[in-house]
């Protein structure tokens, strides 16, 4: 079955930088578009960045400070995020939609399958 794993998130100060991994299996994964999703207490399920095999997207809210990047070999996306800021702390999920099926958008009710998330905390 399809699962999306993702690692790497933590505590970090204000203008820190964390690398986001996301670990896939049971799909072929060169054929799906990542994204990369956020949920902070209160809010919407926020989109930051998503990659295919000929694009990737940002949110004007990380374009600059979060770079996408995908690994087909290993299975495996990251998102690098520079600059951190403390309203960037939220739950950070990966998620995966088949290429063919991908609307070109961050909509999160546009991808198929989510990882379980990982915390990222911006404090001093």
């Known amino acids: 079955q399809v699962q999306l794993v993702e690692s790497g998130g933590g505590l970090v100060q204000p203008g820190g930088s964390l690398r986001l991994s996301c670990t896939a299996s049971g799909f072929t994964f060169e054929y799906y578009v990542i994204g990369w999703f956020r949920q902070a207490p209160g809010k919407e399920r926020e989109g930051l960045s998503c990659?295919?095999?000929?694009?990737?997207l940002y949110a004007e809210s990380v374009k600059g400070r979060f770079t996408i990047s995908r690994d087909n070999a290993k299975y495996t996306a990251s998102l690098q995020m520079n600059n951190l800021k403390p309203e960037d702390t939220a739950v950070y999920y990966c998620?995966?939609?088949?290429?063919?099926?991908?609307?070109?958008?961050?909509?999160?009710?546009?991808?198929?399958?989510w990882g379980k998330g990982t915390l990222v905390t911006v404090s001093s």
């Open positions: 998620a995966a939609v088949p290429q063919r099926q991908w609307a070109g958008t961050l909509d999160y009710y546009s991808m198929h399958h």
């Open positions: 990659i295919s095999s000929t694009e990737t």
